[in-house]
């Protein structure tokens, strides 16, 4: 926890909006590899879906070029995702309080956390039960997109895959893609949603009152210096 932008004297004063670490740079540029990834990914993998998107391949030098290049940024987002899940696992294991949680997304989706009685809503660790769902269906669905791609990546696999196959993992991956895109919606509009989280992954911190308003457990953890030690995210102590 540091004061805002710290002053030239590093001091900590009254008044000044306190903020949060949440995450390193490493873990940031990590994200946003892998981020812009996925949105390649997704733009340059329509392009070849339906004729009716092919124009999309203009963005990435034409048809053929589109072609060679997705299945190579599909590789950067599979390495990318992995820093990820390296960083992030455990954090996103589930807990028995993820379920209570999970049973009141009503009153989240209502903003009534504060009314909540038995503070499952409030008393949230580093990630809530639906940034945890995120998580473990990308982790699935990236690891059914790159086994599905490379059956049909003819350029290198072609002599070791049949044509049935390929029909089978072309299916497969199509749908795991779209399944991928919606997740990542989701994701993205929750960052939006929920007021000052995307600073979060810009500036790698939060304020105070994000913190206690949705991440309560996780800050409390932070003041009394019990966070997790597997926590490489960025998360320092607070003072
Ligand atoms: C391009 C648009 C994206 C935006 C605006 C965005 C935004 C964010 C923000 C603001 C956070 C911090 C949330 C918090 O700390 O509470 C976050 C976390 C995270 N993002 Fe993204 N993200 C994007 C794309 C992606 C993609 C494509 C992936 C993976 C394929 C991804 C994976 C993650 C993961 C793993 C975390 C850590 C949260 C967790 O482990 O549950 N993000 N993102």
Redesign the pocket.
């Known amino acids: 926890m540091s004061s805002r932008d710290v002053a030239p004297t590093d001091q900590v004063h009254p008044g000044d909006p306190v903020t949060v670490d ?2 390193t740079k490493g873990a940031r540029i990590n ?2 590899i ?6 390649l990914l997704a733009l340059s993998g329509l392009a070849l879906f339906h004729p009716s998107l092919y124009f999309l391949t203009d963005l990435f030098g034409g048809g053929q070029m589109t072609r060679t290049i997705h299945p190579w940024i599909g590789v950067v ?1 599979f390495f ?2 992995l820093g ?2 390296i ?2 696992w455990r ?2 294991l589930w807990q028995r309080s993820d379920t209570v949680w999970m049973r009141k997304l009503r009153d989240v989706l209502a903003d009534r956390e504060e009314e909540d009685k038995d503070q499952a809503l409030t008393e949230v660790g ?2 809530n039960a639906g ?2 769902m ?2 473990w269906s ?1 982790s699935l669905l ?1 690891i059914v997109l790159i086994s599905s791609g490379m059956v049909i990546w003819d350029q290198y696999f072609s002599q070791y895959t049949s044509v049935e196959q390929k029909r089978i993992a072309v299916l497969v991956h199509s749908v795991a893609a779209i399944v ?1 895109i919606c997740v ?1 919606i989701v ?2 509009y929750a ?2 949603w ?1 007021r000052g ?6 500036r790698g911190t ?1 304020t105070g009152g994000w913190a206690w308003k ?2 309560r457990k996780w800050l409390r953890e932070l003041v009394t210096g019990g966070a997790p030690k597997n926590d490489k ?1 960025g998360a320092t102590p607070a003072r």
């Open positions: 949440r995450y994200h946003w892998t981020a812009i990834s996925l949105v987002l990318g995702f990820l899940f960083r992030f954090l996103n580093k990630y940034q945890k995120v998580f990308m990236i991928a990542w994701h993205v960052a939006i929920v989280t995307i600073r979060a992954m810009t939060v949705h991440h995210t």
